[in-house]
C-alpha cells in the first residue's frame, strides 16, 4: 500500500519536472516564437488593408526580407558565440515596431507618397531585422531541450510561431479596423511576453572558442559542406511558394468571391493552421521513419494539392477549406523537417545551418513578393495565374529532394 509520504514525492517530482528550466525556457521560447511570427506577418495584410500599390508593396518587401533575412547566418553565428539570449530579446523587442504601421496609415497622403513609402520601409526594416535576429537561437535553444527528440521538439517549437501566424491577419485587420487604426495597441501584450523571455530564458550553452571576426564569419559559412545545397536550395524554392501565396492570399480569395471575413484573414488562418496542425506529427514521424524520406514525401502530396487551390474554380466552401488545410499542413511541414536534417547533419553548427537554411533561404526567396504582386497586376494573369506560376517553384523541389544527402560522414 503506498503510503502518503510516497505520493507527496511523487508529486513533488512532477511538480518540478514542470517547473524545470527546460520546460519554461521552452514555454518562453514558443510565447515568443507565436508573437514574432504574428507580428511580423502582417505586411500582407496591412498593404491590402491601406490600399497599398502590389507591386510597390511587393517590392518593399522583398528588399527589407532580402537585407534583414541575408543577415540570419550571421546572427546564427553571433549566438554560437554565447550571445543567444541577447539576440532573443532584442530580437522580439524589434519585431513589435511593426504596430506602428496602422498610425502611420493614418495619414493617407504622405502614407502615398515616396517619402511615406520610405517610412513604412525603415519600420518594415526593423521588425525584420527583429524576426532575423530572434529565429537562429530560439530553434536552436528549443531543439536543446529535448535532443533526443530534435525534429518533434522543433515541429512544436515551429508550430507555435505557425499558431501565432494564423492569427496575425486576423488580430491585425480587427485591431486596425475597430480601432481606428491604433494598432500600437498590441505593444502591451507584447511587453508581457518580453518579460516571460527575460525571466525564463536562461538555458546554458557553450561557448565557441576564439574571436568573432567578418573573416571567421565567412569561413564558418563558406566551410559547409556543397553536398548541403540541394537541402538549402528546396528551403528556398518551399519559401518562395510559400511567400507569395501568403503575400496574394488577401487579392486570391477576393477574386474568388468569398466574403470579407475570409479576405480579412479567415483564409489565412485556415492555411497557417493547416501547417501548425501537422508540424508535429510529421516531426514525429520525421524521427521514426528518416527525414529525408518524410521531407520528400511533404513535397509529393503538398505539390497537387497546391496546384488544385490555385488552378480550380468555383469550388464549394469544404473543398475549399480542405484544400488550402492540405496546402498549407504539406507545405509548410517540409521546412521544419528540412530544418531538423540540417542541424543533424552540421551537428557542432546548429545556429548557423539554422540561419542558412531559414534567414538565406527567406532573403533569396524573398524577391517572389515582387515577382507576383507584378504578375497579378496584369489582367491577363491576375492573382491566381501569378500563383500557377508559383508553383514551378515545388516542381523543382520535388527535383532537389532527389539529391538531399542522409548523412555528411563520407563527404570529403
Not at 12 to 26: E, R
Not at 84 to 96: I, Q
Not at 208 to 223: A, D, E, Y
Request: charged share 10%; aromatic share 10%; hydrophobic share 55%.
Amino acid at each position: 500500500m503506498v503510503d502518503d509520504q510516497s505520493i507527496a514525492v511523487v508529486d513533488a517530482v512532477k511538480q518540478q519536472s514542470l517547473l524545470s528550466p527546460q520546460v519554461k525556457a521552452f514555454v518562453g521560447l514558443g510565447l515568443a516564437h507565436a508573437m514574432v511570427d504574428c507580428y511580423g506577418g502582417i505586411w500582407a495584410m496591412f498593404k491590402t488593408l491601406a490600399g497599398l500599390d502590389l507591386a510597390w508593396a511587393g517590392f518593399v518587401a522583398s528588399v527589407v526580407i532580402f537585407i534583414a533575412s541575408s543577415m540570419q547566418p550571421i546572427f546564427g553565428l553571433y549566438a554560437d558565440h554565447g550571445h543567444r539570449r541577447r539576440l532573443l530579446l532584442v530580437g522580439v523587442g524589434l519585431t513589435c515596431t511593426g504596430m506602428l504601421l496602422g498610425p502611420v496609415s493614418m495619414f493617407a497622403p504622405f502614407m502615398h507618397h515616396w517619402s511615406g513609402y520610405l517610412v513604412m520601409f525603415v519600420i518594415l526594416l526593423m521588425m525584420q531585422f527583429g524576426v532575423a535576429m530572434f529565429h537562429p537561437p530560439a530553434v536552436t535553444l528549443a531543439g536543446q531541450t529535448m535532443a533526443r527528440r530534435r525534429s518533434t521538439v522543433v515541429a512544436l517549437f515551429i508550430a507555435c510561431g505557425m499558431v501565432g501566424l494564423a492569427c496575425s491577419h486576423l488580430l491585425f485587420s480587427s485591431v486596425y479596423l475597430s480601432f481606428n487604426r491604433h494598432t500600437e495597441l498590441l505593444l502591451l501584450p507584447a511587453a508581457v511576453v518580453v518579460m516571460l523571455v527575460w525571466l525564463w530564458c536562461r538555458t546554458p550553452q557553450r561557448h565557441q572558442p576564439g574571436p568573432l571576426g567578418l573573416r571567421q564569419m565567412l569561413l564558418g559559412i563558406t566551410s559547409l559542406s556543397p553536398r548541403l545545397l540541394p537541402l538549402w536550395l528546396i528551403q528556398v524554392m518551399v519559401s518562395a511558394n510559400f511567400a507569395g501565396l501568403i503575400f496574394l492570399m488577401p487579392e486570391f480569395v477576393k477574386a474568388r468571391g468569398y466574403s470579407a471575413w475570409w479576405v480579412n484573414g479567415g483564409a489565412f488562418f485556415i492555411f497557417i493552421a493547416g501547417s501548425a496542425l501537422m508540424m508535429v506529427p510529421v516531426g514525429y514521424l520525421a524521427d521514426r521513419y528518416g527525414r529525408r524520406r518524410i521531407l520528400t514525401i511533404c513535397l509529393l502530396l503538398g505539390t497537387p494539392a497546391y496546384f488544385l487551390l490555385v488552378a480550380t474554380h468555383d469550388l464549394p466552401g469544404y473543398a475549399f477549406v480542405t484544400l488550402i488545410l492540405l496546402a498549407g499542413g504539406l507545405l509548410g511541414s517540409a521546412g521544419p523537417v528540412g530544418i531538423s536534417l540540417g542541424q543533424h547533419l552540421v551537428v557542432d553548427r546548429q545556429s548557423l545551418i539554422t540561419g542558412m537554411l531559414m534567414g538565406l533561404a527567406w532573403a533569396v526567396s524573398s524577391p517572389t513578393r515582387w515577382i507576383t504582386g507584378s504578375l497579378a497586376k496584369r489582367e491577363e494573369l491576375g492573382p491566381d495565374g501569378a500563383l500557377t506560376w508559383l508553383g514551378v517553384t515545388l516542381v523543382v523541389s520535388i527535383l532537389l529532394s532527389l539529391f538531399v544527402p542522409a548523412s555528411l560522414k563520407d563527404s570529403s
